[in-house]
């Protein structure tokens, strides 16, 4: 009996060798090539083993029954092998790639980003405000990019052959229906939005997602940011007003405060513009702006307003009349945002939110007047499901509604009044499919009805990535895109339908260490532009949507922050073929606003000695097309090139004081923007003209800005 313990540890053993299960199998990946070292195991127990060279697997279990087998491997997503144990033998398992959201494929045609987290951006918001000319305004920023216009004396965006109206702002996906300052004929605009209220700016140059539409050539996407970092005072002092802003943080809320008061008057009496103008009272405005947020676990609410108050009193040359012509323009804007965002359990997004503005301008125009009132809102909503690394999907709905009113009362008595009121509604579905780390695609459609003219639309986008290598990437993009006609003509006549245009786009894209690169070519095809029979929108005009155009061209971008110590710059160049036929042009050319060539060089250079940023740029525009009277031929002839070279130098005194000095046009050109003819031909039948020119050719800047933080580091240079 003495070995009766041997037999049966002997025994035991013999019986637990024949309850053990081989599992074994191969793991591919999608080219049928082997996987050396994925991790293979049954869940909720030790047994398991490591693929060898030839992708095979085997190990030995005691397990029975139903298991769950898992494989497992960095860059592919898990597989699982459900089923019973004894079935887990010769598998032929093969393993799919995961997307990897940092060195995958994006979709990125006709799309600039800046953005401190977006690996697609090419400007950050340090570089929207430092760029010498822009004096602080990030559309004057933005037209450093390919497919911007510089058109002088306007001072908004043109993009892509297209006019300015047909650009929209969004701030957190909310419509901004006044982005821009009422001014005077021939005297350039800025955008109303401190640039530093934001954390992003997404600037689409055409086939933009399905979420936004009432654009026919690009929409600029501000996004306001969610949590500040710290408190803080932001105080400035400029030759041309002053302002001052604070910043408070309780827990999960802040509030942020800013106000700055603007007036030319003492620039002005100093530097009098002299070129075609007398001013009678500068411009002079007060502006004030709030930020509210509270955090949530899951969710974030933001609220924003900003109020403007602004005048100006000026007399402009005009060839039609002996003396100078009189304007006077009083506008006050108020607007309101408010947007929330949670997340739900399940990977599911819901946000939403409502802007709200209104805008009411008193223009007096020599003896008469022009009173106008615009209440406009967006109400938004939209939920987004992520199933999984490779397939997302958004739907959303919104209403926008437009009340417009004006009153006309010229000096004898008479009046006239104008307007519209428009109800829209606009629904929107959009996917990102993601087929693997290299070939992408966002599929969505957009469905609008306008009330004003009963009028249906269904705008299909489509945009595909394909990545050629770790650093380049090709991009196609096609959309349809609808726009209801501006106010100056909507005002008159509500009878007609929306404007329409396609955009087709090809882009390349290289993205290196410190080196951006980018090559897109596009074209688009309008179709149902507005035409009227006047010189210019009036109450007996004759509307149509009789109108058509085109415009091509290929834009270049290229940026190097990395190749020479401390300097940062970027070249960008666009090439524009475009005709329309539209307005109240006789026949198709090309408009005003849209050089065949455009290029423009922005360098930043840190002067560590010196404790010094010193910036330049310079920007070149072609000849733009005008109209001769005096020529048989319709806007034949062309204005001289616009050039204009700036430079700007921030002197940090000390860690939180900055001494600030700019000039645009430094070299003081002699731009010309166009030509005015005479209504009616001399006595010779030559119908004389004078050029129109900016007030004054160059524009000084100096400030002082001085922040105050608890970390005393803090300070205002990417505000400038």
């Known amino acids: ?64 029954g139903t298991q769950t087998l898992v494989i497992s491997m960095l860059s592919f997503e898990p597989h699982y092998e459900v089923g019973d144990v004894s079935y887990f033998t010769n598998l032929q398992i ?35 405000v430092t760029t010498a000319g822009a004096a602080g305004d990030f559309v004057a920023a933005l037209q450093t990019l390919p497919g911007t216009t510089t058109v002088n004396e306007d001072g908004r965006l043109f993009v892509r052959g297209g006019d300015a109206g047909e650009t929209q702002v969004f701030i957190d996906g909310l419509r901004v229906f006044q982005p821009f300052n009422a001014t005077a004929n ?14 992003g700016i997404t600037f689409s140059t055409g086939g933009y997602s399905a979420e936004y539409g009432q654009a026919l050539s690009s929409v600029l996407l501000l996004n306001t940011t969610d949590v500040p970092d710290q408190e803080k005072t932001d105080i400035s002092a400029m030759s041309v007003g002053a302002g001052i802003g604070h910043t408070e943080i309780w827990g999960d809320q802040s509030l942020s405060l800013n106000t700055q008061y603007i007036n030319l008057a003492p620039y002005e009496n100093l530097i009098p513009s002299t070129q075609g103008v007398r001013w009678n ?40 009349f002996e003396d100078f012509v009189r304007f006077q323009l009083t506008n006050k804007n108020l607007y309101f945002n408010a947007s929330y965002r949670y997340f739900f359990d399940k990977e599911w997004t819901l946000t939403t939110g409502a802007s709200l503005s209104w805008d009411a301008n008193d223009v007096g125009i020599i003896e008469d007047a022009i009173d106008t009132e615009e209440t406009a809102s967006h109400l938004k909503a939209k939920i987004k499901k992520t199933f999984s690394g490779r397939l997302n999907l958004t739907v959303g ?25 428009d109800r829209l509604w606009a629904t ?55 726009q209801n006609p501006l106010t100056a003509i909507l005002r008159y006549d509500r009878s007609l339908q929306s404007e329409k245009t396609s955009h087709y786009i090809l882009n390349y894209q290289f993205l290196g260490e410190g080196k951006t690169f980018r090559a897109e070519a596009y074209y688009k095809d309008y179709d149902d532009l507005i035409k009227f029979d006047t010189e210019m929108p009036q109450f007996n005009s004759t509307f149509s949507n009789s109108g058509s155009g085109y415009a091509g061209g290929v834009d270049v971008f290229w940026r190097d922050n990395k190749s020479i110590q401390n300097l940062d710059y970027w070249v960008s160049y666009s090439y524009l073929n475009t005709e329309r036929d539209f307005r109240n042009f006789r026949e198709a050319a090309t408009p005003n606003f849209a050089p065949e060539h455009s290029f423009s060089i922005v360098t930043k250079y840190w002067w560590n000695k010196l404790r010094s940023q010193v910036g330049l740029s310079y920007l070149y525009g072609s000849g733009r097309p005008y109209d001769n009277p005096n020529s048989t031929e319709f806007l034949a002839e062309k204005t001289k090139p616009f050039n204009n070279l700036s430079v700007n130098w921030a002197y940090l005194i000390d860690q939180q004081k900055i001494l600030y000095f700019s000039v645009n046009n430094v070299l003081g050109i002699n731009n010309i923007n166009n030509y005015q003819y005479a209504n009616t031909p001399n006595s010779d039948g030559v119908f004389e003209r004078q050029a129109l020119r900016p007030a004054a050719d160059s524009f000084f800047f100096v400030g002082f800005f001085w922040t105050i933080s608890a970390d005393k580091k803090s300070n205002q240079l990417d505000n400038l």
């Open 397 to 421: 709905t919104e209403y926008f509604v437009t009340d417009y009113s004006e009153t006309f009362t010229s000096t004898d008595g008479f009046t006239f009044d104008a307007g519209y009121n």
């Open 281 to 320: 009272s500068p411009y002079e405005s007060i502006v004030g702006e709030a930020v509210f947020r509270s955090k949530g676990d899951k969710g974030l609410l933001k609220f924003y307003t900003g109020f403007n108050l602004a005048h100006l009193d000026i007399a402009q040359e005009d060839v039609n």
């Open 428 to 482: 929107f579905i959009e996917s990102d499919i993601f087929f693997s780390n290299d070939f992408a695609m966002k599929l969505g459609v957009r469905s609008e009805y306008s009330t004003v003219f009963e009028d249906f639309t269904l705008s299909p986008r489509v945009s595909l990535a394909y990545k050629t290598g770790k650093k380049g990437q090709f991009s196609l993009a096609y959309g349809d895109f609808y």
């Open 94 to 128: 093969q393993l799919v790639e995961a997307i990897n959201s940092l060195t995958g494929v994006t979709l990125t045609a006709g799309t600039f980003e800046a953005g401190d987290n977006s690996k697609v951006s090419v400007l950050k918001p340090l570089d929207i």
């Open 186 to 199: 021939n005297i350039p605009t800025r955008g109303r939005f401190s640039p530093f209220l934001f954390k």
């Open 1 to 64: 009996m003495k070995n009766q313990p041997i037999y049966l540890i002997f025994l035991l053993s013999f019986n637990c060798l024949l309850a053990q299960t081989i599992v074994s199998g191969t793991v591919t990946d999608g080219s049928k090539s082997a996987i050396f070292g994925a991790n293979v195991y049954l869940e909720g127990t030790y047994d398991g083993a490591s693929t060898d060279e030839s992708g095979n697997f085997s190990f030995e279990t005691s397990e029975t």
